[in-house]
């Protein structure tokens, strides 16, 4: 139980801090050598579920608007989730099974944090009203990279953003917006190899999992959409760099 609770805070934090929620994900049971139900794709899916649940909670209003109002808006965020959508169908399991070594995620956070800082170079000026159809593509296209472990949907979406001439807030708001039909998906995608899946599982466990990851993933929008108001994102990128390390130590104590 204290395994699932701390695993809903991970998932429900470093889902929408520029971090990488599914390295930590990765990391923690390899690190603590945690295993049994907190180590299965139905539990995942719950973590997932909670954080979805945080974004319609945070965001309803918003997609209220976005489909009486700002069609325009939601024809953009639709198309610029088409690239991560796909590049997740096709890739997946690859990714699942190739690409999640606690090596490569250290890898990662040092190259997307690298570029973090890089994008923190770029003149801000655009509000979210503002987001044009190449500005929408750019920045589906960097989430689609996002499903490599360790390079953060958050991260190298708001680096887009970044990139295009965002403001921080409104980067990080249109990331979140983008990033609620990808999570959808992939949580829905999930559930249904879960539903495959055989044997007899602890429903209080996975509950507990979906409400400290809801909670947190509350918390840690409102958190960053406040932060970015005012701060930059150097310091998520020294994270990121200390992580590495971490997971590189960790590596050669393993062997």
Not at 33 to 51: I, M, P
Not at 61 to 81: F, N, T, Y
Not at 115 to 125: D, G, I, P
Not at 193 to 220: E, P
Request: net charge positive.
């Amino acid at each position: 139980m204290l395994e699932a609770i701390i695993l809903g805070v991970v998932q429900g934090t470093t889902e929408f801090l520029p971090v990488s929620s599914t390295a930590h994900l990765i990391l923690f049971p390899w690190f603590f050598n945690w295993s049994g139900e907190v180590d299965t794709l139905t539990f995942d899916v719950a973590l997932h579920a909670g954080t979805l649940f945080a974004l319609l909670l945070c965001f309803w209003r918003d997609w209220m608007e976005l489909v009486s109002k700002k069609q325009r808006m939601l024809g953009l965020i639709i198309l610029a989730s088409i690239p991560a959508g796909v590049t997740g169908f096709l890739f997946n399991d690859l990714i699942e099974n190739s690409l999640r070594s606690p090596f490569i995620i250290s890898m990662m956070l040092i190259a997307v944090g690298v570029v973090m800082l890089v994008a923190e170079k770029s003149y801000k000026y655009k509000g979210i009203e503002s987001t044009g159809l190449k500005d929408a593509l750019v920045i589906g296209i960097a989430q689609a990279v996002a499903i490599v472990p360790g390079v953060s949907r958050s991260g190298i979406t708001i680096s887009a953003g970044l990139f295009r001439g965002f403001e921080r807030e409104a980067s990080a708001r249109f990331s979140f917006l983008l990033s609620t039909p990808i999570i959808g998906g992939a949580t829905l995608l999930h559930f249904k190899k879960a539903l495959g899946s055989q044997g007899n599982h602890d429903l209080q466990l996975f509950l507990v999992g979906l409400i400290s990851s809801f909670v947190t993933g509350v918390i840690a929008i409102k958190f960053l959409l406040h932060f970015l108001k005012k701060y930059p994102l150097n310091l998520f990128v020294y994270y990121r760099f200390v992580l590495s390390a971490v997971i590189i130590a960790g590596i050669w104590l393993k062997e």
